[in-house]
């Protein structure tokens, strides 16, 4: 018994050993063992929580789409990626154009806290549009450029985000409603209205001086045996406008050429001046600085002719020639014409008229039992002329 006893104190000792080295091993595989405790242990980690120690971000989500030249919009995503949007988790796309329908669209389910509009199509100017989720509030904003995209321009573009981002997160006061912001953006992306043209006054065209200078060529008809009279001819009138009525007092001087009459018995050289004194009334079809003019004219001239009988074409003649004479036969005339201007001061001017002898105009071949008609002119004679005014 007694020689048992030192063995079965032996025996405890060991196991005592043995249990204090098993609870210094534990206690330095202490994070090993946690990590592959079964669930529910004691220092066992929750399912799908992350490994890494690193904090789990909370920002709010913005979206901020993009419109304008490539360029520019790289730029602005530059300035707004740096510190000035710190307190946000920025989403950029880019749009073709700006959107109003997208703006006021909802997108609550898209876990999107605020979106931003950035449209710079145009260099001069930046307009930026703001709303929440629900699409119920508003911020517009318009920033002037300096059309180069600088950097003043880019910082002053990232600043106005900013502070519109915290305002309409923090501040519901300071934004606009539905209705507001669509009214305030119908009027920013209308086309500008072109101006009014103010109407074309119907007033008399542009006053034309009183003197009137023109030149031109006529024909008349004379008689059955000479056929045409023709010469060139100059005019000077005076006159004045009457609202779009236009008055002048007319004097038109011509030189018609030689006329020949040849019979067996006598011949007759005739040559003309023909002086005529109007009246003349034209009124413009348009009312532009030189419309065209129609217009008619009345009046009365004299006509000058020198008559010099000459021997017939038979041989030898049996009657002697007179001398030559002249003579004036009053001529009473109308007419009625066209101008077409050819400039401001300048136009080119037709007419149809109409001349009678009040007194009928011949010439006799005197013989021993009276006398003879040889020619005789028309009393009513049309003629038509064309020439240029100043």
Request: with cysteine; aromatic share 6%.
């Amino acid at each position: 018994m007694i020689t048992k006893r030192p063995t079965v104190w032996l025996a405890a000792s060991a196991a005592v050993a043995l249990s204090a080295a098993r609870a210094v091993a534990g206690d330095g595989d202490g994070g090993a063992a946690a990590s592959s405790g079964s669930p529910g242990a004691p220092g066992a980690p929750v399912s799908g929580a992350p490994v890494s120690d690193a904090p789990v971000s909370d920002a709010p989500v913005v979206e901020i789409v993009l419109t304008g030249a490539a360029d520019n919009l790289g730029a602005i995503r530059t300035a707004l990626e740096s510190e000035a949007l710190s307190a946000f988790t920025v989403r950029f796309r880019t749009a073709p154009r700006f959107d109003p329908a997208a703006l006021f669209a909802t997108r609550a389910s898209s876990g999107v806290a605020l979106s931003c509009w950035i449209d710079v199509s145009d260099p001069r100017r930046a307009a930026l549009y703001f709303t929440d989720p629900v699409a119920d509030r508003f911020l517009v904003r318009s920033i002037e450029l300096s059309g180069g995209f600088d950097e003043l321009d880019r910082e002053s573009v990232a600043q106005v985000v900013e502070l519109s981002l915290r305002s309409l997160r923090v501040d519901a006061r300071a934004s606009l409603d539905r209705e507001q912001a669509r009214a305030l953006i119908l009027r920013q992306t209308a086309p500008p209205e072109a101006p009014a043209e103010p109407p074309v006054p119907a007033a008399a065209p542009a006053r034309r001086r009183a003197l009137e200078l023109g030149a031109f060529y006529g024909v008349t008809a004379h008689s059955a045996e000479i056929g045409l009279t023709h010469g060139p001819g100059v005019r000077v009138a005076l006159g004045a406008n009457w609202g779009r009525h236009r008055l002048a007092l007319d004097a038109r001087l011509q030189y018609q050429f030689e006329r020949r009459y040849e019979e067996l018995r006598i011949g007759l050289d005739l040559r003309t001046i023909a002086l005529r004194a109007d009246a003349c009334w034209r009124y413009p079809l348009g009312t532009g600085v030189t419309p065209i003019e129609v217009g008619v004219r009345l009046g009365a001239g004299i006509d000058h002719v020198d008559a010099a009988p000459t021997s017939g074409s038979a041989e030898p003649s049996a009657f002697v020639p007179a001398g030559a004479s002249s003579s004036n036969a009053l001529v009473l005339v109308a007419g009625s014409g066209v101008k077409l201007p050819l400039g401001r001061d300048l136009g080119l001017f037709t007419e149809l008229f109409v001349e009678l002898d009040p007194a009928r105009v011949r010439y006799d071949l005197s013989l021993e039992q009276g006398t003879e008609t040889v020619l005789a002119r028309y009393r009513i004679r049309p003629g038509v002329l064309l020439g240029v005014e100043l």
